[in-house]
């Protein structure tokens, strides 16, 4: 894959046609976002949404399988059981490092409001977990596909309280990081520098700045690997140290 970092906001639509898409919320976010990374890996559009067998692949390039997947892991699995023994398989997972809202009010963006979230690189062991029987395999390699967007949303008519915008796009823009994730030094560099050299899952998860999901999904990715290694426990925690 080529891995060459160039602007990816030349790929995102233009804001004229938001207004066109009300009736499409909630199908149209991933769409984009899955679209805009698509051509950014492979410009060339005959290698994408390639058949093979009976599998539609996103894209086909020099022999090998890019799978873009903005959603659980978990559907990819009848997909890398019946083609990971014959094609080496790329799952790009994408991450949003830094977010940028509009709010539309009658077709009109208004004050863009900077996201206090930040996308975090580890939090893909959440859903690596969800293929864990085919992490070891010598064909599976995972690429994050860090890149910053512009989303805009619309007051959500329904007044639920928990909810009160819907997304409607999320345009992609600037330069994205890509980390590959095909080795025990690649997983070792996503590592907190501070993190001791034994601890516990809520230690790394305190020091990786994860949720409990994602921090117990790494250490199953890191264990699952060989990367980390059980040493023991401390009342009722496990603990952990990296295997050497």
Known sequence: MDNEIKDIGFMSSHLDSLTDQYESIGTQNEKTLHRSIKHYLSPDSMCHEFKIGSFIVDIYQDGKII???????????????SLLPNYSITIVYPII??????????????KPKKSPKKGNPLSIGAQMTQIRTHLSHPNLHFLIFLVDVDEYRIINT???PRKPYVRIEQ????FPQMIDLNTKSDYMNLLPTDLP?????????????????EAQGMIMVLKTLGIIEFTGKINRAYLYQIHE
């Open 171 to 174: 345009f992609t823009k600037g």
């Open 67 to 81: 799978e873009i997947q903005t959603g659980s892991f978990k559907a990819m699995e009848h997909k890398l059981r």
């Open 97 to 110: 490092r830094n977010k940028t809202i509009y709010l539309m009010n009658a077709g009109v963006a208004g």
């Open 158 to 160: 329904e007044n639920h």
């Open 197 to 213: 050299k034994t601890f516990t899952t809520d230690v790394f998860r305190k020091i990786a700045k994860l949720n409990k999901t």
